[in-house]
């Protein structure tokens, strides 16, 4: 059965630095989402993506923040200069057709990212 | 107020017995209705979903939807312990999903 993979499983970084979450979305779907979700807390919504561009975001996901597709398989989301609050598991979804149809997002294991 | 409630329990059952989910809402926007299950370290996986007031029927899972009251339910009957795991509700505003607000989630024990 096809899957959403993400990479790392783990990172762990520094206050500061630079991160790039990693995902190979499903290869026939077509729309690409991340969301986080704090230890203990709920599931959030950042960002959805389709046809190379963002489709809609939330207010968490401010300029710091940033996706891409840089080729036909990976999705990625970028963190420009991480911060404590950052810290978080981050999932990776897709999707075949417009989310809310009758199609399935289908989420990733997701990365848990550790800012120290 | 959150826009949407979910006891996050802990809830434990004996195998076999039906088990009952809630999740309240406010916001009348809402339209599309999910249910997830998150086992340990793993992505939310959808189980149900729904667009309208009524029931869905899927195997052993019912989901509800009472618009008017902005109340939805999740029913597993006959629960298993595979069924042990963590029970998100989730909605949305209009056909876009992926812009969803979950609840809390409630984490479900089944003991043998």
């Known amino acids: 059965e096809p899957e959403v993979t993400q990479t790392p499983s783990h990172q762990v970084t520094q206050m500061g630095q630079e991160v790039i979450l990693r995902c190979v979305p499903i290869?026939?779907?077509?729309?690409f989402y991340w969301y986080r979700q704090i230890l203990g807390q709920k599931v959030e919504f950042l960002v959805s993506?389709?046809?190379?561009?963002?489709?809609?975001k939330s207010e968490i996901f401010d300029d710091q923040f940033s996706v891409e597709r840089p080729d036909g398989s990976n999705f990625t989301l970028k963190i420009r200069s991480t911060k404590l609050e950052d810290s978080a598991m981050y999932f990776c979804?897709?999707?075949?057709?417009?989310?809310?149809?009758?199609?399935?997002?289908?989420f990733g294991p997701g990365t848990r990212l550790t800012v120290l | 107020q959150k826009e949407v409630e979910q006891d996050p329990g802990p809830l434990s059952v004996p195998e076999g017995a039906i088990v009952s989910l809630n999740c309240t809402y406010s916001?009348?926007?809402?339209?599309?209705f999910m249910w997830y299950r998150q086992y340990s370290r793993k992505g939310p996986e959808l189980l149900m979903y729904?667009?309208?007031?009524g029931n869905k029927e899927d195997g052993r899972f019912t989901a509800q939807v009472d618009k008017s009251s902005k109340y939805i339910s999740l029913f597993i009957r006959d629960s298993q312990p595979s069924d042990s795991a963590t029970y998100l509700c989730?909605?949305?505003?209009?056909?876009?999903?992926?812009?969803?607000?979950f609840g809390d989630g409630t984490t479900l024990t089944v003991k043998p």
């Open positions: 979804a897709s999707s075949e057709s417009r989310a809310g149809s009758t199609d399935t997002q289908y």
């Open positions: 290869s026939n779907h077509l729309y």
């Open positions: 993506f389709y046809n190379n561009e963002i489709s809609e």
């Open positions: 916001n009348s926007a809402f339209q599309y």
């Open positions: 729904t667009y309208s007031s």
């Open positions: 989730a909605m949305s505003k209009g056909t876009n999903a992926g812009k969803s607000t």
